[in-house]
C-alpha cells in the first residue's frame, strides 16, 4: 500500500468515525429532549429565563448587592461640581446639596468646596480642592472613600485614554529583588514603601497585573492606597490635612460600564476598603451564574450516561462498529454543545467576550468529565446525584475560592473565574496566567474522560460494583505494564495541582504558622495517594505479582513518572505564584521557584524522594488494604518531612 | 465460520467459561445450551467482541472477535434487549443502520423487507407503545439491519407468548436458508431441538457434550423399548388392557422376549421405541448424574482436571 493509499484509507476512516459521532450526538440531542416533557420543558425553560434575568438583572443593576458600603458616605457637592460623576459611580458615597449647617449637624459627612488656585510663590502648583469631612470617624471614612473614589475614576479615565503617553507620562522601571537579598531589616510595612522598596512590596503583593508586566508598568494601577510612588496621576492622598488636591476628574470619562461598578464597586486602584467587599459578591455572582447551568446540564448528562448502563441499552451501541471513544464523544457532545452555548450567552450577558468564554468552557468540560466518571461509577441515580453534588461542590470551591482574591494575589488565577473578572475590569490576561488557570482543568478533564472511557465496556458497565471498586477498575484497566504506571501518575497531575492549589487558597487566611505545616503535610498526603493507588488498583486486580521486587520497581516507575510530570507544574511561576511564601512552601521542594543553581542541586533530591516513597506505599499495596493505608502513611511521613526540610532549608 | 479454540474467560478466582473449542460452519445453527451460569452468555459475549478472553481465541467470520471491523458482519441479539422506547421502529432502526454505514437507500429496503417478514405493525409508533413481543421482533429486525453473515442470539424468544415464539423460532430457521450463521441460545430445550443443526451443552463453564441433537441423544440417551406380549414372561409386566410389557434397554434383549414369547405359545405383538428427548439429557447431564457415553475422551485444551466427561463429536 503506498502513502497515498494509506492516507486515504486513514482520512476515509476518520470520517466515517466523525459521521458516526455525529449521529450518535444528534440521536443523544434526541434522546435527551424527548425525556422530558413539553410541560416539564417549558419549566426548565421558565426557570433558566428568570434566573438569567434576575442574576444578570443583580449584576447589571447592583440592586442585589450585599455591600454594606452603599450610599453610606453622604457628600455635599454642587450640582455643578465635576465631582458629581466621580460621587455618582461610587457605590459607597451618595450626593447631597453643599449645606455647611448640614456638615455640623451630621446630616452630610463631607463637604466638597470649591477649587483653591495655586498661589505665587512656595507651595502647591496645582488647583487644590477644598474638602471638609465631618467631626468624628464617619467623616474621615467618607473623606478615605471620595479619595480612593478620585483615585479611581481618575485611573479608569487614564484608561481610556487613546494617548498612553499623555495618560501616563512617567513610566517606572520595576525591578524584582529576591527576598532573600533583601536581608532581615528588609521593611514590611507597605505604608513606610517609596521608590524601589515600593516597588518589591508590589512583587510581594502581587496584584496581579505587576507580576506578569516585566520590567515595565505604564499602568497607573500600580500605585495603591499603600503610598507607592508608581502613580502616574500625581496623586496626593498621603496627605492629612482636609484640603487636598487630586486631577480634576474627566467631564464625560465614562469611569467604566454600569456592570462594572456593581461587581466591583466602581474602582479599581485596589485600595482594601475597595477590594475586599466587593470583589467576593462579584466572584460570587459570577461563579452563581456560569456553574448554576452547568448543574442542569450535568443533571441531565449523568442520568443519560447512567440510563444506557442501568438498562444496559448501552450493550447494542458496544456491540456495533463504533469505537468506545466515539461513543462517548457523541454522547458528551451535545451536552458540551450546550453547557457552552450557555456560558457565551452568559458571557455576553455580563459584559464578558471570548475570554470569558474561554475561561469557563474548561470549567464546563470538566463538569462533564467529572459527572461521565461520576455516572460510570454509580450504581443507581441515588449515587448519581450524590455524585453530581460532590462534583459541584468541589468544582464550585474551586472556582469560587480563590477568585475572592482577585487583583490581591495570584492565588486568584487559581481559578478561571478570576479571568473573567480581569476581561470584565478591562485589564490584559497574559497567555501564562490563562494556562494556569485553565491548564489543569483542560487536563482533567482529558483524563477523567480517559478513565472512564477506559470502564465503558461491558464487563464494567453492567456490573454492580461499590464505588470504590469501580474506581479501581478504571484505573486498573489503563494499567498494561510497568510503564503504564509511570504514565497514570504523570497523568494524575493535573488532579494533584488542583488539590494542591486548592490547598494553598483554602490555607491562604490561615496565619503562616499553621498553613505551612499543614500545607506541607496536605500535599505530601495527596502526592503520595497519586503515585501509588493505580498500585493498589493493579495488584487488586492481579496484575502483577505481589512480589517485593514487582512492588519496587512499579513504585520506582511511579516515582520517575511523578518527578517527571512535576516539572510541568513549573507553570505556576507565570504567574508569581512562587512569590507567596504558601506558593514558596507547595512548589520549593519540586524545585519550581528557586535559583536555578540550588535547583540543579535540588534535581537529585525529588527523584530519589518519589522513588522511595512510592516504592513504600507499593511495598504495602501488595498485600492487602489495611497494609496500604499503612504504608501510605508511612511514606507521607517521609514526604513531608523532606518538604519541611526543603522549605527550611531554601524558604 | 466461526473457529473458537481454548476460549477462557475468568474473573478472579471464578472461572465462567473453561477452555471452549467448538467450530461453527456457513448456514448453520448452532445451540448452546446449558442451566443459569453454565457460561453460555459469555460464550456468546466473547465471540460478540464484548468481553475479552483471560485466554484463547475465537475468530468470526475470518476476523478476531475483539476486531471492530468483525462487528460489520455480526448481528448481535442479547438476552436482555431494550429499546429506546422515544423512537419508533424505522428511526430505531435506521440510527442503527447509520451506524453500520447502511447506504440510506439500501437500509430504507433493508428495514422495511426485514419488518415485513417479521410481520411487524406500528413501525411508527413508538416503541415504549408497543408489546413485549413487538419489541422482541424489533430487536431482532436490528440485529439484521446491516446483512450480516453472522448471527449471535442469546434467548431470542425469551419471556414471549407461544405464537410469538414460534414466529420467531421459524423466522430464526428462515435464516439457516439466507445462508447465515446462527449461533442460538435457550433455556427451552424444546426450541434448541426443533431449530438447531448442532448443539453444545455447557455446565459450569465446561462444555460436557456436544454435537448434533441426533449424536447426543445416541450418546447420552438410553433408547428404551416397549415390548408388548399376548403372553405373560417373566420379563413383563401386566398393563391395563391386558397386554404383557417388557421394557428393555438393547435390541438384543428384545430379541431374547420375542424367542421367550414364541416358546411359551404366544407372541410379541408391538415393540415401541421411546428416544430420549434433549431436556433430559440435559438435566442428566447438569445434575451430575452423567450417563455412561459410549465413547469419552478428555477435550479439556487447557489439561486441567475436569469432573465431566467431554466428548468429541460423534462420527
Known amino acids: 500500500m503506498t502513502r497515498v493509499d494509506r492516507l486515504r484509507t486513514r482520512l476515509t476512516t476518520a470520517g466515517r468515525r466523525l459521521r458516526r459521532i455525529a449521529r450518535i450526538a444528534r440521536w443523544e440531542f434526541g434522546q435527551s429532549t424527548s425525556s422530558y416533557n413539553r410541560r416539564t420543558l417549558a419549566v426548565i425553560a421558565v426557570l433558566v429565563v428568570v434566573v438569567a434575568s434576575v442574576g444578570t438583572s443583580a449584576v447589571a443593576l447592583g440592586v442585589a448587592s450585599p455591600s454594606p458600603n452603599t450610599d453610606i458616605y453622604r457628600v455635599g457637592v454642587a450640582d455643578n461640581s465635576p465631582y458629581n460623576a466621580v460621587i455618582d459611580d461610587h457605590a459607597s458615597l451618595t450626593a447631597r446639596p453643599p449645606d455647611r449647617t448640614a456638615l455640623a449637624t451630621g446630616e452630610i459627612d463631607l463637604l466638597i468646596g470649591g477649587v483653591r488656585q495655586p498661589a505665587a510663590g512656595p507651595g502647591p502648583r496645582s488647583p487644590t480642592l477644598l474638602v471638609e469631612p465631618a467631626d468624628g470617624e464617619k467623616g474621615d471614612a467618607a473623606l478615605t472613600a471620595f479619595r480612593s473614589a478620585v483615585q479611581s475614576y481618575n485611573d479608569r479615565a487614564m484608561a481610556l485614554e487613546p494617548n498612553r503617553t499623555a495618560a501616563y507620562p512617567v513610566v517606572v522601571e520595576l525591578q524584582y529583588i529576591p527576598q532573600s537579598t533583601l536581608g532581615p531589616a528588609a521593611p514590611t510595612n507597605a505604608g513606610n514603601l517609596t521608590g524601589d522598596d515600593a516597588a518589591a512590596d508590589n512583587a510581594d503583593d502581587s496584584d496581579g497585573t505587576d507580576t506578569d508586566a516585566n520590567d515595565t508598568d505604564t499602568n497607573g494601577t500600580t500605585s495603591d492606597a499603600d503610598g507607592g510612588t508608581a502613580d502616574g496621576g500625581g496623586d496626593n492622598t498621603t496627605g492629612t490635612d482636609r484640603t487636598e488636591g487630586d486631577a480634576p476628574p474627566v467631564a464625560d470619562g465614562g469611569g467604566g460600564s454600569l456592570l462594572d461598578r456593581a461587581l466591583f464597586g466602581g474602582g479599581t486602584s485596589g485600595s482594601p476598603a475597595e477590594i475586599q467587599p466587593p470583589f467576593p459578591f462579584g466572584s460570587l455572582l459570577l461563579a452563581f451564574l456560569f456553574l448554576v447551568p452547568m448543574n442542569f446540564v450535568i443533571q441531565s448528562y449523568g442520568s443519560s450516561v447512567l440510563n444506557e448502563r442501568i438498562s444496559r441499552r448501552g450493550e447494542l451501541l458496544l456491540v456495533a462498529p463504533v469505537e468506545r471513544l466515539d461513543i462517548v464523544a457523541g454522547k458528551t457532545l451535545p451536552y458540551a454543545a450546550i453547557a457552552v452555548a450557555v456560558t457565551a450567552v452568559i458571557a455576553a450577558a455580563v459584559g464578558g467576550g471570548l475570554l470569558s468564554v474561554a475561561a469557563v468552557v474548561p470549567i464546563a468540560l470538566t463538569f462533564l468529565a467529572a459527572t461521565f466518571l461520576g455516572a460510570m461509577f454509580a450504581r443507581s441515580f441515588k449515587e448519581l446525584t450524590f455524585v453530581t453534588i460532590t462534583i459541584t461542590v468541589f468544582l464550585t470551591s474551586y472556582v469560587f475560592i480563590p477568585s475572592i482574591f482577585t487583583n490581591v494575589t495570584p492565588i486568584a488565577l487559581i481559578s478561571p473565574l478570576t479571568l473573567v473578572v480581569m476581561e470584565l475590569q478591562g485589564e490584559a490576561v497574559s497567555l501564562g496566567s490563562y494556562l494556569f488557570s485553565t491548564g489543569p482543568f483542560y487536563t482533567s478533564t482529558a483524563v477523567l474522560f480517559l478513565l472512564g472511557t477506559g470502564v465503558y465496556r461491558e464487563e464494567d458497565m453492567f456490573s454492580q460494583k461499590p464505588v470504590p471498586l469501580k474506581f479501581l477498575d478504571a484505573l486498573d484497566a489503563r494499567l498494561s505494564g510497568v510503564r503504564s504506571v509511570g504514565v497514570l501518575t504523570a497523568l494524575f497531575l493535573p488532579f494533584v495541582f488542583i488539590a494542591e492549589l486548592l490547598a494553598i487558597a483554602v490555607l491562604f487566611v490561615l496565619p503562616i504558622e499553621v498553613s505551612i505545616p499543614l500545607l506541607l503535610v496536605v500535599i505530601a498526603a495527596v502526592e503520595e495517594v497519586a503515585k501509588s493507588i493505580h498500585i493498589f488498583a493493579g495488584f487488586e486486580s492481579d496484575r502483577f505479582d505481589r512480589s517485593v521486587p514487582t512492588a519496587l520497581l512499579l513504585g520506582a516507575a511511579s516515582g520517575v513518572g511523578f518527578f517527571v510530570a512535576e516539572k510541568f507544574t513549573a507553570v505556576a511561576q507565570l504567574v508569581g505564584l512562587p512569590d507567596l511564601q504558601l506558593g514558596q512552601a507547595a512548589l520549593q521542594p519540586a524545585g519550581i521557584g528557586i535559583a536555578p543553581s540550588t535547583t540543579l542541586l535540588l534535581l537529585a533530591g525529588p527523584l530519589v524522594l518519589h522513588t522511595v516513597t512510592a516504592g513504600v506505599s507499593a511495598l504495602g499495596a501488595r498485600t492487602r488494604l489495611r497494609w496500604y493505608l499503612v504504608s501510605l502513611v508511612a511514606a507521607t511521613a517521609i514526604h513531608a518531612a523532606y518538604n519541611l526540610g526543603v522549605v527550611t532549608l531554601y524558604g | ?315
Open chain 2, 1 to 315: 465460520m466461526i473457529e473458537v479454540s481454548g476460549l477462557r474467560k475468568t474473573y478472579g478466582d471464578f472461572a465462567a467459561v473453561v477452555g471452549s473449542e467448538f467450530e461453527i460452519d456457513r448456514g448453520e445453527i448452532f445451540g448452546v445450551v446449558g442451566p443459569n451460569g453454565a457460561g453460555k452468555t459469555t460464550t456468546l459475549k466473547m465471540l460478540a467482541g464484548l468481553i475479552e478472553p483471560t485466554s484463547g481465541t475465537a475468530t468470526v467470520a475470518g476476523y478476531d472477535a475483539g476486531d471492530p471491523e468483525m462487528r460489520h458482519q455480526l448481528g448481535f441479539l442479547p438476552e436482555e434487549s431494550p429499546l429506546y422506547e422515544d423512537m419508533t421502529a424505522r428511526s430505531y432502526l435506521r440510527f442503527f443502520a447509520d451506524l453500520y454505514d447502511v447506504p440510506r437507500e439500501v437500509a430504507s429496503e433493508r428495514i422495511e423487507s426485514t419488518l415485513d417478514r417479521l410481520d411487524l405493525e406500528y413501525r411508527d409508533r413508538r416503541l415504549g407503545d408497543v408489546s413485549k413481543g413487538m419489541k422482541r421482533k424489533v430487536a431482532i429486525a436490528r440485529s439484521l439491519v446491516n446483512d450480516p453473515d453472522v448471527l449471535i442470539y442469546d434467548e431470542p424468544a425469551s419471556g414471549l407468548d407461544p405464537l410469538t415464539t414460534n414466529s420467531v423460532l421459524e423466522f430464526t430457521e428462515e435464516l439457516r436458508e439466507d445462508d447465515k450463521t446462527v449461533i442460538f441460545s435457550a433455556h427451552n430445550l424444546y426450541h434448541v431441538e426443533s431449530v438447531c443443526d448442532r448443539v453444545v451443552i455447557m455446565n459450569e463453564g465446561r462444555i460436557i457434550a456436544r454435537g448434533s441433537v441426533a449424536d447426543i441423544r445416541e450418546q447420552y440417551g438410553e433408547t428404551t423399548y416397549h415390548v408388548y406380549s399376548d403372553t405373560a414372561l417373566d420379563a413383563t409386566d401386566p398393563t391395563a388392557d391386558g397386554r404383557h410389557r417388557a421394557v428393555v434397554e438393547t435390541m438384543a434383549k428384545v430379541e431374547a422376549i420375542q424367542a421367550a414369547a414364541t416358546d411359551a405359545g404366544g407372541s410379541v405383538t408391538d415393540i415401541r421405541t421411546d428416544e430420549p428427548s434433549l431436556e433430559s439429557i440435559f438435566l442428566e447431564l447438569t445434575g451430575q448424574q452423567m450417563p455412561s457415553p459410549r465413547t469419552a475422551t478428555d477435550t479439556e485444551p487447557t489439561g486441567e482436571p475436569t469432573t465431566e466427561h467431554e466428548v468429541e463429536d460423534a462420527p
